[in-house]
């Protein structure tokens, strides 16, 4: 039996999801943990393969995840369905993985902007919103500064650590942006990731997937991150999810450059930790690696190309404020 086969069988045990009628397939997306199709004599389902720090922070904030979808759950949240337990370690040659299962959604992704996607945006945020502070007692930490950038690339010259010390001006200049001061900020315990990747368009409407960054944010910053990529940074879209969000009960953004540092300082953390993993420190396999050099590499052009457009996101707040 091949490994494939044999850990889609213990898989399917561990979450008494019935016997595998195939070995697990790959799907697309999973840039922090691989994902497989599981088809069983019970159905089908979604496998995640957790990518595990085994650290005490990891599993930490793991947790608190995990309870801020229960929440998010109990609120009316559209998600999939997943099963107990609520992770599963399982081995296999020696090898140890651990899993996640969900039930399995047909639909696809958003790939564009729509209107009554824009809605759903602003009322499901509004409605995670509810939940304020977070489950850990400390904010996020701030992104690391200029001088680790350096200390990480040391003693490495690849392709792809010359063209990340091509983008250091642009870490500079974001770590510059995120020093200015702003106004006072929500803070609430969300998803913090709502992007088209993460949510499926089904035929009973959008489910929200994903939930393993979940954990304590800034409402604003959250608004408008979420905004900007389902509206695929549009103004129309961008505004319709903010009257939405407005609506169901939200918080008025102000006009304010510094509201966008939510944008920035999520596109650095993430650019953080897929260098750490693209480097070897996390123990990915050379594909995973090469996966992780990739997107980081997008996120360094995604923060370089937000701060460019500041300016004009907030003349579509100035002029939003005027309508609300």
Same mark, same amino acid.
């Given at each position: 039996?091949?490994?494939?086969?044999?850990?889609?069988? !213990?898989?399917?045990?561990?979450?008494?999801?019935? %016997?595998?009628?195939?070995?697990?397939?790959?799907?697309?997306? =999973?840039?922090?943990?691989?994902?497989?199709?599981?088809?069983?004599?019970? $159905?089908?389902?979604?496998?995640?393969?957790?990518?595990?720090?085994?650290?005490?922070?990891?599993?930490?904030?793991?947790?608190?995840?995990?309870?801020?979808?229960?929440?998010?759950?109990?609120?009316?949240?559209?998600?999939?369905?997943?099963?107990?337990?609520?992770?599963?370690?399982?081995?296999l040659d020696?090898?140890?993985?651990?899993?996640?299962?969900?039930?399995?959604?047909?639909?696809?992704?958003?790939? =564009?902007p729509?209107?009554?996607?824009?809605?759903w945006? =602003?009322s499901?945020?509004?409605t995670?919103?509810?939940?304020?502070?977070?489950?850990?007692?400390a904010?996020p930490?701030?992104?690391?500064?200029?001088?680790?950038?350096?200390?990480?690339?040391?003693?490495?010259?690849?392709?792809?650590?010359?063209?990340?010390?091509?983008h250091?001006?642009?870490?500079?200049?974001?770590?510059e942006?995120? $020093?200015?001061?702003?106004?006072?900020?929500?803070p609430?315990?969300?998803?913090?990731d709502?992007?088209?990747?993460?949510?499926?368009?089904?035929?009973?409407?959008?489910v929200?997937?994903?939930w393993?960054?979940?954990?304590p944010?800034?409402?604003?910053?959250?608004?408008? %991150?979420?905004?900007?990529?389902?509206?695929?940074?549009?103004q129309?879209?961008?505004?319709?999810?903010?009257?939405?969000?407005?609506?169901?009960?939200?918080?008025p953004?102000?006009?304010?450059p510094?509201?966008?540092? $939510?944008?920035?300082?999520?596109?650095?953390?993430?650019?953080?930790?897929? !260098?750490w993993?693209?480097?070897g420190?996390?123990?990915?396999?050379?594909?995973?690696?090469?996966?992780?050099?990739?997107?980081?590499?997008?996120r360094?052009?995604?923060?370089?190309?937000? !701060?460019?457009?500041?300016?004009?996101?907030?003349?579509w707040?100035?002029? !939003?404020? =005027?309508?609300?």
């Open positions: 039996m091949s490994p494939d086969r044999r850990w889609s069988e !213990l898989v399917a045990a561990a979450f008494d999801a019935g %016997r595998p009628v195939a070995p697990m397939t790959r799907v697309d997306g =999973g840039v922090s943990h691989a994902v497989f199709q599981l088809r069983t004599t019970a $159905g089908r389902y979604a496998a995640k393969r957790l990518n595990v720090v085994e650290e005490p922070w990891w599993w930490d904030e793991h947790r608190a995840a995990a309870r801020v979808e229960q929440a998010a759950a109990a609120a009316g949240v559209s998600m999939p369905v997943r099963l107990a337990p609520p992770v599963a370690a399982l081995d020696g090898v140890r993985h651990h899993w996640q299962l969900h039930r399995w959604c047909d639909g696809r992704h958003p790939t =564009g729509d209107d009554a996607v824009a809605d945006t =602003g499901t945020l509004a995670l919103h509810r939940r304020r502070g977070g489950d850990r007692p904010p930490r701030a992104p690391y500064p200029l001088d680790a950038w350096h200390e990480w690339l040391a003693g490495h010259d690849t392709d792809f650590t010359r063209e990340v010390r091509r250091l001006p642009t870490v500079a200049a974001s770590l942006q995120l $020093g200015r001061p702003g106004p006072p900020l929500t609430v315990a969300s998803h913090r709502i992007k088209p990747d993460n949510v499926l368009l089904t035929a009973t409407g959008p929200l997937l994903d393993d960054s979940a954990g944010d800034l409402a604003e910053h959250e608004v408008l %991150r979420s905004a900007l990529a389902m509206g695929f940074e549009r129309r879209p961008f505004a319709r999810t903010l009257t939405a969000y407005h609506r169901a009960g939200g918080r953004i102000p006009a304010d510094a509201v966008f540092h $939510g944008i920035v300082e999520a596109q650095l953390h993430t650019a953080e930790w897929l !260098l993993r693209a480097l420190h996390r123990g990915d396999d050379p594909a995973a690696r090469a996966r992780a050099a990739t997107e980081c590499l997008a360094l052009r995604g923060a370089a190309k937000s !701060l460019g457009h500041i300016a004009t996101w907030t003349g707040l100035s002029e !939003l404020r =005027g309508q609300l």
